[in-house]
């Protein structure tokens, strides 16, 4: 049996070959799995549990089939996705995961996080992200009409698409310091994780000891799972063509 892993596939209801990739993962293969995490921006902006839209409505489907069958889920928010909530959760049956959570892979402790936490250098982005993640916020901006909620969404995506393109690949990826504070602070050897769109198995020593950082691909142009289990761990993709 396997855990699987995945992260950024920034679904939309303008990406069918992304989300047709997705469902066929769901149920050929996540459902056979003993468990599957999604760590953070399955979606390309979440506007809201009170999405009724019938895109919305199919990706809650596949993840109901999914719990029903008796697979859990375990969800953790990304930058994409912050306001997947408990409505979410209750009609998907999937568990939501705190910002860093540490679990147990067949006897190997190991955190899981989206990753965003993790590039400290995006200072930028680390204070929207504050700001954004403000409980009085989210209070607010979930009781607005969706019309209203859309066009607001619209214009974060925009300013986001904007100053991605003006930062350096250095500032977008982890910082070194931050991923060895946080395996140590959580005592683990194994950290998983997506968010930087660079699939990669990363390994360094520290203090005698060796570390693992795992790092999950997107779906822009297939699909990418993290297949785990008791023996060993493989970063595999899967092609969008049936």
Known sequence: MTTLFISDLHLSATTPETTSCFIRFMREEAVHADALYVLGDLFEFWVGDDDRSDFAESIRAEFKALTDSGVPCYFTQGNRDFLVGRRFAKQTGVKLLGDETVIDLYGTKAVVLHGDTLCTKDVKYLEFRAKV????????FNRIPMFIKTKIVSKVQSDIKDDKQTKSLDIMDV??????????DHNVELMIHGHTHRPDVHSFEHQNRVYTRIVLGDWYTQGS?????KNNFDLQQRPFSG
């Open 225 to 229: 799972v993290l297949v785990f289990n």
């Open 133 to 140: 993640h403000q409980p009085w916020l989210q209070w607010v």
């Open 175 to 184: 910082t070194q310091s931050e991923v060895e504070k946080v395996m140590r």
